[in-house]
């Protein structure tokens, strides 16, 4: 019988976007995403094809493939499928892998759009779970923006009317994000990513998201993308706060530091700096992934070791065991999982002298 008892690496799945970009960093700067060439005339470059951005890389994506141990060559939806609690934790009873993660890379504007929440899903799109999610920015250029929430006093039919006439944003909360900052989008909120950002998203395994206004823009076979205004208008919360500017949450560890990010009932995030070796141990009762945003190093376990750098992605298994992760740079790890919400934020921040209201403000029901 196979063990799943180490450490497993996924490939991750580069999705074209009409707003995405050419160059990965600081992610994956070694990786081209398309090449442009010189032209006869004067030297000029041509211009990147829109077909060849990239403005998404999945790292837990259905097709995402192992690359080491025992699952070696199967997909992620293959394995979740087939060996279910043995891969994603007792708790975990669907047989799709719990948590979708993604980088995101912006030249433009993205749509502005909305997700339903699971009782609207399973209601109007069977077979589909809602959607929440949350952003970690990583890196913000000089035009980096997003929208998040409705302004006060806007309503259903005004912003219907935007929408119609790609003018959504001026109805919208407008923010220019910092690196390091986490913001909850729960269903219902109204949003858009702009130009100039990367960041790290973490969701319900799910890609259902209503178009509410795309600005008039063609997608990438030269035709309009669909809009869902009356269907995203049904679940749209215009009342929905801009969960942004969270507390920074972090204490000391003997390999450097931990920061509590954010945690709802679908996903929870932590982030690790690792200045020394981290003497790890999986979860029993769940399945973890690790996400390494910076730095290179060693993942270690008893018979050998893995190297790791900017990009790569580790699933941890209930039965893994104990592993070390030795940077031989500084690094930042993403940890993400579906938590208990009282036990991993609620409870282990309160022994850390945390006050309430600012746990409230990361942990969200």
Same mark, same amino acid.
């Given at each position: 019988m196979v063990k799943l008892d180490c450490p497993l690496q996924l490939s991750p799945v580069v999705k074209p976007k009409i707003w995405g970009r050419a160059d990965l960093s600081p992610v994956y700067p070694d990786i081209p995403v398309s090449h442009s060439s010189a032209s006869h005339s004067g030297g000029r470059r041509s211009e990147t094809r829109r077909d060849k951005l990239i403005g998404e890389v999945w790292v837990t994506d259905d097709s995402s493939r192992f690359l080491n141990g025992p699952l070696a060559g199967m997909s992620l939806a293959e394995a979740s499928q087939k060996y279910g609690s043995e891969l994603n934790g007792v708790n975990w009873h669907h047989?799709?892998?719990?948590?979708?993660?993604?980088?995101?890379?912006?030249?433009?504007?993205?749509?502005?759009?909305?997700?339903?929440?699971?009782?609207?899903?399973?209601?109007?799109?069977?077979?589909?779970?809602?959607?929440?999610?949350m952003?970690?920015?990583?890196?913000?250029?000089?035009?980096?923006?997003?929208?998040?929430?409705?302004?006060p006093g806007v309503t259903k039919d005004s912003l219907r009317e935007a929408f119609k006439t790609g003018t959504s944003r001026e109805l919208l909360n407008r923010f220019r994000p910092e690196p390091g900052e986490a913001m909850f989008v729960p269903?219902?909120?109204?949003?858009?990513?702009?130009?100039?950002?990367?960041?790290?998203?973490?969701?319900?395994?799910?890609?259902?998201?209503?178009?509410?206004?795309?600005?008039?823009?063609?997608?990438?076979?030269?035709?309009?993308?669909?809009?869902?205004?009356?269907?995203?208008?049904?679940? @749209?919360?215009?009342?929905?706060?801009?969960?942004?500017?969270?507390?920074?949450?972090?204490?000391?560890?003997?390999?450097?530091?931990?920061?509590?990010?954010?945690?709802?009932?679908?996903?929870?995030?932590?982030?690790? @700096?690792?200045?020394r070796p981290a003497h790890l141990h999986s979860n029993r009762e769940r399945v973890e992934v690790l996400s390494m945003i910076s730095g290179e190093g060693r993942v270690e376990i008893s018979p050998g070791w893995f190297g790791y750098r900017p990009g790569d992605t580790w699933v941890i298994p209930p039965d893994a065991g104990e592993f070390r992760l030795t940077p031989v740079e500084t690094t930042r790890v993403l940890k993400y999982y579906v938590p208990d919400l009282d036990t991993d934020?609620?409870?282990?921040?309160?022994?850390?002298?945390?006050?309430?209201?600012?746990?409230?403000?990361?942990?969200?029901?």
């Open positions: 047989p799709r892998f719990p948590i979708l993660a993604k980088y995101i890379f912006t030249s433009a504007w993205l749509s502005v759009q909305v997700h339903p929440d699971d009782d609207y899903a399973r209601m109007h799109d069977p077979g589909n779970f809602g959607k929440c999610e952003w970690y920015i990583i890196h913000v250029d000089r035009e980096g923006e997003l929208l998040l929430g409705a302004r269903p219902g909120t109204v949003h858009a990513l702009g130009p100039g950002l990367v960041l790290f998203e973490v969701e319900e395994n799910s890609d259902l998201t209503y178009r509410l206004d795309d600005f008039g823009r063609l997608g990438l076979d030269g035709k309009p993308r669909p809009l869902h205004i009356e269907k995203g208008l049904e679940v @749209t919360r215009v009342d929905a706060p801009a969960l942004r500017n969270l507390p920074r949450i972090e204490f000391p560890e003997p390999f450097g530091a931990r920061r509590y990010v954010l945690a709802s009932r679908f996903f929870a995030l932590e982030e690790l @700096t690792l200045e934020f609620r409870e282990a921040l309160r022994k850390k002298r945390v006050p309430l209201e600012m746990i409230q403000k990361i942990v969200f029901d």
